[in-house]
């Protein structure tokens, strides 16, 4: 089991350490299947991990072990330690289990691109680090990996380095990144100062005792550092524009594990917390809000992948109104189930993507389903769990969420009703995409990459092009495997736990509570299940049934609201506050200090200093004549005034 | 001892000081400026062999053939110099020599 973990963390890192350092020397392909077994074995080591664990007893499910120690000072000391416990159980095998499908299916989507080895690289990376973050048993591993995380992303978003738009969005997404990380780094600060341990055990243990602003501080910087990675309100704006990234990237990094590290965060720090309640609640609230404000943009959005990306936006808004509310186990299986169907949409939407040869505004396709069926069915299933529609996963996990915040007193209602307003939004954006794209008949653009294939199709055996994507129906099975497990996983994941019947996810997930026997701190009754499960469903097939009615004839693609659009276009003008409030001042400042410091002050002074030397060798140098005579006149008085000094001296 | 005191010797050999380095401020020639030189070691000597008469103590008078020996290499090296210049048909003219200046 020990081993597992350990294998599990370090499979990806030889991976990409093997890409990395042979080069050239292996073919783009063969790196491709590196980086994907490395994954894969990942995912063997967290199998082995989970069986490990399973024998143990409900009580003894939390196992450490260290490699070494890493930092020792009299007063605080770090080891190189994995954490082996349900929490971490179920993040390694959703990120390398989704985390090698994607990668699988990489394969296939980038094949062809001449840097495909940077990219198998930058992906092992990322599952390496992903890993770290979630197996790391005390607080400075677990920001190692949040930061490496952070740089896997920069690099993947940035990977077609030559389009300016993908460099600034890596660029947007580190530095808003690197927000978080501060406010995180200061709340670790905190702890270590008044905890004197950045060991999770022994930081909970010490924060009991500690007064309520400084657990509230180190609360607010944790949450900071979740917002951030999570992209929840107000340091949302990267994800849309991380869409830059290849598909699978988007997918990976951007829908199933990275961006759910914010709630894996809050699970996990739980005790702090729940000593926290403000900033609990405040979690809770950005949480709802988020998902209202992703929802509603989501309306317009004429990117499929942008839509996808909101509609993410919008569901981590939800697990994070479980997490705040004391929900975790709920959260988590929203986050479990979520990677399954999101991964899926991203996928799907990339064969859509790969079929057109790159084209990802949804006003230009129609009729895809008559091109690409199974695709078609693929999304189906995707977008009926993201609605929730029952018996898919998506509706036993966010209906737990939804019964939680029922449950949670005054202020969980309120949080509840926003939630079903979401869930209205929900079923409207994905099926407004689902019909946009698939429904209708086939629009020029898909007539015309339709035919190319065929005529690919054709000729297949005769002479193929290296590089060129063969169109094999849908598209080659590295990518059509990964698509067609998830789409299994979408229906059947969410039957581990029926809220009410039977809870399997939540027992297991129970071992991880500190201080008490149940992890969630809600427990809705039966009642409030069915309720909330009722109202949720309800209202997504009325959104699905508006979006039939506005778009399954696709009259239009995008909605027209009177007065409305400007903001939902603009996404609210969070991008137009941040650049005014942010950017512009520092421009500002820079280009002020480098007019009135860096030029005059520190430029100046070097020049200044050769201009200087320059001046003063001139003026010595005069006395260089190459006149004999001087010179002999020189000596003659330099002799004359040393006999004067000596005489008078004695 | 007969003869003149050896304070007027070293009269002399201050005369003779100022002499040549009066040649050789003020003289164009090289070789004459070289002639200085000779004159200015030769009144060094000649301090140098009083002084050493004065105490009684002759490492005034080593010194003095020291000196001669080195006066006598350095003009072996200065006449060389002169040649060469006059060999190349440059004018003897101390204050046109100014090519190797800083």
Not at chain 1, 15 to 38: E, F
Not at chain 1, 479 to 507: D, E, N, R, S
Request: aromatic share 10%; proline share 4%; charged share 10%.
């Amino acid at each position: 089991m020990i081993a597992g973990a350990w294998i599990c963390l370090l499979a990806p890192l030889a991976g990409a350490l093997t890409i990395t350092l042979l080069g050239t020397t292996i073919s783009r392909n063969t790196a491709a299947w590196i980086s994907t077994t490395s994954v894969f074995a990942a995912f063997g080591g967290s199998v082995a991990a989970f069986i490990g664990l399973l024998g143990r007893e409900h009580e003894e499910r939390q196992v450490v072990t260290s490699a070494w120690t890493w930092l020792a000072t009299p007063n605080f000391k770090v080891d190189l330690s994995l954490l082996i416990d349900p929490l971490s159980l179920t993040m390694m095998l959703i990120v390398s289990g989704v985390g090698g499908l994607i990668v699988l299916y990489s394969i296939g989507y980038m094949d062809g691109d001449p840097e495909e080895r940077r990219y198998f690289a930058y992906m092992s990376l990322f599952v390496f680090s992903m890993l770290m973050l979630v197996q790391a048993a005390n607080f400075l591993l677990l920001l190692v990996g949040w930061g490496l995380v952070g740089l896997a992303s920069y690099l993947l978003i940035g990977f077609w380095h030559e389009r300016p738009e993908a460099v600034a969005a890596a660029k947007k997404a580190f530095v808003m990144n690197a927000f978080g990380d501060a406010t995180m780094a200061l709340a670790f600060f905190v702890l270590m100062w008044q905890t004197g341990s950045l060991n999770f055990e022994i930081s909970f243990e010490g924060a009991q005792t500690l007064s309520q602003t400084t657990v509230n501080l180190v609360a607010l910087g944790l949450l900071g550092g979740a917002v951030a990675k999570s992209a929840q309100l107000p340091l949302h704006t990267w994800l849309p524009d991380a869409m830059e990234g290849p598909t699978p990237v988007s997918a990976l990094i951007h829908a199933a594990t990275m961006v759910t590290a914010g709630v894996y965060l809050i699970v996990r720090a739980h005790p702090i917390f729940e000593l926290a309640p403000s900033i609990s609640n405040l979690a809770a609230g950005l949480g709802a809000i988020t998902l209202l404000l992703a929802g509603l943009v989501a309306l317009v959005q004429t990117d499929i992948k942008r839509v996808i990306a909101y509609s993410t936006m919008s569901q981590i808004g939800y697990m994070f109104v479980g997490a705040g509310l004391g929900a975790y186990s709920s959260a988590m299986f929203h986050l479990m189930t979520h990677a399954f169907f999101k991964a899926l949409l991203f996928l799907g939407a990339g064969l859509v993507i790969h079929h057109l040869a790159g084209e990802q505004d949804i006003r230009r396709m129609g009729g895809m389903k008559t091109v690409m069926p199974k695709t078609y069915i693929a999304f189906l299933i995707g977008s009926l769990a993201l609605v929730g529609i029952p018996p898919l996963s998506g509706f036993f996990s966010k209906d737990a969420i939804l019964a939680s915040a029922l449950a949670s007193g005054g202020y969980g209602q309120f949080l509840f009703i926003l939630g079903l307003i979401g869930t209205l939004l929900t079923g409207l954006y994905t099926f407004r995409l689902l019909f946009v794209v698939f429904l209708g008949e086939p629009s020029p653009l898909v007539r015309e990459h339709t035919q190319a294939a065929q005529a690919h199709a054709g000729e297949e055996d005769a002479s193929r092009p290296h590089g060129e994507p063969v169109h094999h129906g849908e598209g080659p099975s590295t990518m059509t495997w990964p698509v067609g497990v998830l789409a299994v996983l979408a229906v059947a994941g969410g039957w581990i736990q029926i809220a009410g019947l039977w809870h399997p996810f939540g027992h297991w997930l129970d071992s991880i509570a500190f201080g008490r026997d149940h992890i969630d701190l809600v427990e809705p009754t039966v009642t409030q299940d069915y309720v909330a499960s009722a109202l949720a469903v309800a209202l997504g097939l009325v959104g699905i049934y508006v979006a039939w009615v506005f778009y399954g004839a696709r009259k239009r693609s995008v909605p027209r609201f009177e007065g409305f659009q400007e903001i939902l276009e603009h996404k609210f003008y969070f991008d137009e506050l941040y650049d005014l409030i942010f950017y512009k001042p520092a421009v500002l400042l820079t280009r002020g200090l480098r007019r009135g410091v860096e030029e005059p002050v520190i430029g100046g002074s070097i020049s200044g200093v050769t201009a200087g030397a320059r001046e003063t060798a001139g003026a010595v140098g005069g006395v260089q004549t190459g006149y004999l005579r001087s010179y002999a006149l020189v000596i003659a008085l330099g002799v004359a005034v040393l006999v004067v000094v000596f005489v008078s001296v004695q | 001892m007969q003869g003149p005191d050896v304070s007027w010797y070293l009269i002399v050999a201050a005369l003779l000081f100022s002499i040549g380095t009066a040649g050789v401020l003020l003289r164009r020639s090289p070789l004459i400026v070289l002639l200085s030189l000779e004159i200015m070691l030769n009144a060094a000597n000649l301090a140098l062999i009083s002084f050493a008469r004065m105490h009684g103590d002759h490492t005034g008078q080593v010194f003095a053939l020291a000196v001669m020996a080195v006066a006598a290499s350095e003009v072996v090296v200065g006449l060389g110099l002169i040649v060469a210049i006059a060999r190349r048909r440059l004018d003897l003219d101390v204050d046109r020599l100014r090519v190797l200046r800083g």
